[in-house]
């Protein structure tokens, strides 16, 4: 069936890795540096070790994946075989026999690796690559779970150390790099593996509002119909994403992901900013369900008018003057004395201080994970 919302919803997915990482251009050329002899034709004499340092959903493993993607094309115009091997330690190496298992398979069904030890296993696989005249590139990803698995250490021992091994394939392995999310891995590396990774690190720093920006607009136009997107929609994500997320680019993409299921199975024409809201309900819960009963009369009136101001504007925030003009005319309606704009705006602080609403200024109040129109349901039986 056509979906009247996306055009390839797998496009969103965290496990997708686009033609190109907006804001990732400079850490991929670097990268691609150390490397620069696959590129030309030329031969690489020994294993490059790399360091990819930087927080949860700062573009790491895509990179490293992409990187692998173009490495491999460029391989086979200059007329060799070379194969990326990516590794999740945190999922692949719970004993060395496991990593190196998974490993095999990845690269050839033809191994076969029955119960030897973890040394045997490592040479039959640098063996293969020699027979076969393949190369290899290896990604170490989650390499901090090394503080908890002891078995990783020496994982990073046997593949720094090809040049010290007999083995005829170690000249094999033309790279190898090691994702951790900050540095301090190195500080649970046996002594004797801390010299042989090298110091070559390059930084993801966490993404900025605008980077994610730019990020989700990019993969939005590949995966939602124009059309679909509604105003204020991938703004709102950015900043939720940038403030409550720590840049994490998965968080946000999971959320526009999640609306847009969200806005199909309820039948609306485009993805809104409510949808947005909903999904963060759901995800995270409603923080202040307790709190409304504590609610005075005023309290509720002035929620009820930002909720009215922001369903009018259809924008994640709205300006404190347009909450006060809700305000007027919600007291009218109801015949309620108003309180003074000096007391609009202590109640709106105390609302905000108790995170019921986020208030940033008189330019910017809104609520996050609040479906508004059950909160105004909620509101509006009281």
Same mark, same amino acid.
């Given at each position: 069936?056509? *979906?009247? +919302?996306?055009?390839? /919803?797998?496009? $969103?997915? @965290? %496990?997708? !890795?686009?033609?190109?990482? &907006?804001?990732?251009?400079?850490?991929?050329?670097?990268?691609?540096?150390?490397? *620069?002899? +696959?590129?030309?034709? /030329?031969?690489? $004499?020994? @294993? %490059?070790? !790399?360091?990819?340092?930087? &927080?949860?959903?700062?573009?790491?493993?895509?990179?490293?994946?992409?990187?692998?993607?173009?490495?491999?094309?460029?391989?086979?115009?200059?007329?060799?075989?070379?194969?990326?091997?990516?590794?999740?330690?945190?999922?692949?190496?719970?004993?060395?026999?496991?990593?190196?298992?998974?490993?095999?398979?990845?690269?050839?069904?033809?191994?076969?690796?029955?119960?030897?030890?973890?040394?045997?296993?490592?040479?039959?696989?640098?063996?293969?690559?020699?027979?076969?005249?393949?190369?290899?590139?290896?990604?170490?990803?989650?390499?901090?779970?090394?503080?908890?698995?002891?078995?990783?250490?020496?994982?990073?021992?046997?593949?720094?150390?090809?040049?010290?091994?007999?083995?005829?394939?170690?000249?094999?392995?033309?790279?190898?790099?090691?994702?951790?999310?900050?540095?301090?891995?190195?500080?649970?590396?046996?002594?004797?593996?801390?010299?042989?990774?090298?110091?070559?690190?390059?930084?993801?720093?966490?993404?900025?509002?605008?980077?994610?920006?730019?990020?989700?607009?990019?993969?939005?136009?590949?995966?939602?119909?124009?059309?679909?997107?509604?105003?204020?929609?991938?703004?709102?994500?950015?900043?939720?994403?940038?403030?409550?997320?720590?840049?994490?680019?998965?968080?946000?993409?999971?959320?526009?992901?999640?609306?847009?299921?969200?806005?199909?199975?309820?039948?609306?024409?485009?993805?809104?900013?409510?949808?947005?809201?909903?999904?963060?309900?759901?995800?995270?819960?409603?923080?202040?369900?307790?709190?409304?009963?504590?609610?005075?009369?005023?309290?509720?009136?002035?929620?009820?008018?930002?909720?009215?101001?922001?369903?009018?504007?259809?924008?994640?925030?709205?300006?404190?003057?347009?909450?006060?003009?809700?305000?007027?005319?919600?007291?009218?309606?109801?015949?309620?004395?108003?309180?003074?704009?000096?007391?609009?705006?202590?109640?709106?602080?105390?609302?905000?201080?108790?995170?019921?609403?986020?208030?940033?200024?008189?330019?910017?109040?809104?609520?996050?994970?609040?479906?508004?129109?059950?909160?105004?349901?909620?509101?509006?039986?009281?």
């Amino acid at each position: 069936m056509v *979906s009247r +919302i996306f055009l390839d /919803r797998d496009k $969103l997915s @965290t %496990r997708y !890795i686009p033609e190109k990482l &907006p804001h990732r251009e400079k850490q991929l050329h670097l990268l691609g540096l150390f490397f *620069s002899e +696959i590129i030309e034709g /030329r031969e690489i $004499l020994y @294993t %490059r070790i !790399i360091q990819l340092i930087g &927080p949860l959903g700062s573009g790491k493993t895509s990179s490293t994946l992409l990187l692998g993607k173009r490495l491999e094309h460029k391989a086979r115009e200059n007329g060799f075989p070379l194969v990326h091997l990516y590794s999740n330690l945190k999922l692949e190496a719970a004993t060395r026999f496991l990593f190196y298992k998974n490993l095999a398979e990845k690269l050839s069904r033809k191994i076969v690796l029955r119960s030897i030890s973890a040394e045997e296993q490592f040479k039959i696989i640098l063996d293969y690559l020699s027979k076969e005249d393949i190369y290899a590139l290896i990604t170490l990803d989650e390499i901090d779970v090394l503080k908890k698995n002891s078995h990783v250490s020496q994982i990073v021992y046997d593949l720094s150390r090809l040049s010290e091994t007999l083995s005829r394939g170690a000249s094999r392995i033309l790279g190898l790099l090691l994702v951790a999310r900050n540095r301090e891995w190195r500080k649970y590396l046996d002594p004797a593996v801390k010299s042989t990774v090298g110091q070559f690190v390059i930084e993801f720093p966490r993404y900025s509002y605008r980077q994610i920006l730019d990020i989700l607009a990019y993969r939005a136009s590949q995966a939602i119909r124009s059309e679909c997107l509604g105003e204020g929609v991938l703004e709102f994500i950015s900043e939720v994403t940038s403030d409550y997320a720590e840049g994490d680019i998965r968080y946000a993409l999971d959320l526009l992901l999640y609306a847009g299921i969200l806005a199909e199975n309820e039948g609306s024409a485009k993805i809104t900013v409510n949808h947005v809201r909903k999904v963060l309900k759901a995800t995270s819960g409603l923080p202040y369900s307790e709190s409304l009963e504590e609610l005075n009369a005023d309290d509720r009136i002035l929620l009820l008018s930002l909720i009215k101001a922001l369903k009018t504007s259809g924008k994640p925030y709205v300006t404190l003057s347009r909450v006060k003009q809700h305000y007027q005319v919600l007291c009218e309606e109801r015949n309620l004395e108003r309180i003074s704009d000096e007391e609009i705006e202590l109640t709106i602080q105390k609302l905000s201080d108790r995170g019921i609403i986020e208030a940033r200024g008189p330019a910017k109040i809104g609520l996050h994970n609040a479906d508004i129109d059950a909160l105004e349901k909620i509101l509006l039986k009281q």
